[in-house]
């Protein structure tokens, strides 16, 4: 849980949003809710401990993710781009 405030506020209204950084379910346990269940847990966990938003993070490629988190009502907010640099 992000509480933003002091020089991280400049960027955001002052609020506490919760995170989550990476979410797996095994390859059998796929399309069966538990993905849904779990976002569900740490949604009410984030409510629970007064958070005003949800922020998932999705590698880019990872299309089959991107489509479930849409599912679930989140919305693509920001881009990171990388290059490779030899």
Request: aromatic share 10%; with cysteine; proline share 2%.
């Amino acid at each position: 849980i992000n509480k933003k405030e002091g020089t991280y506020a400049i960027e955001a209204y002052p609020t506490k949003d919760g995170r989550v950084l990476e979410l797996f379910v095994s390859l059998d346990a796929r399309g069966k809710g538990v993905g849904s269940l779990l976002m569900q847990k740490m949604e009410d966990y984030f409510r629970e401990n007064d958070c005003k938003a949800s922020i998932v993070e999705c590698f880019a490629p990872n299309k089959a993710a991107l489509k479930f988190y849409q599912g679930l009502n989140y919305v693509e907010r920001s881009i990171h781009s990388i290059k490779k640099l030899d």
